[in-house]
């Protein structure tokens, strides 16, 4: 997820950092925000509390303007720890015209304000809780 964030967002991008999973994301929402007002190309990722591995999700802005949502699983056989060979990152479009909510959790999404629970783990809308 990192390396894919990171590459899509390109060297000139905003890295507005990686939010733990109790860590506080007022900072790094703060910055996703302001790129995206400034039409910055931007990174931001937020760790997410899974069950039996390592789970993120995040907003990329790309030079181009393009914005997505990336997901991050770090072993969907979920066997507790992250897998070098098994983990998955998952790229999704945000839908246009771009719209960036802060849920509930004070986390930047694209897809809606609320949070719901997701078709499978892979959705877009990873956090339903």
Known sequence: MDW???WL???RGIDCGEVGVNGDPAEATTCALHAQ???EPFRVR???QGID???AGGIVRTP???LFAISFDGNPHGAGYTSLLAQRSVQSVCPKPYRLWVNPKGRVNCFQQTLSYPQSLMSPNLEPY
């Open 64 to 66: 181009s303007g393009d």
């Open 4 to 6: 894919r964030s990171r």
């Open 46 to 48: 937020y760790d997410i």
């Open 9 to 11: 967002m390109g060297i």
């Open 53 to 55: 591995s390592a789970v």
């Open 37 to 39: 007002r400034e039409g």
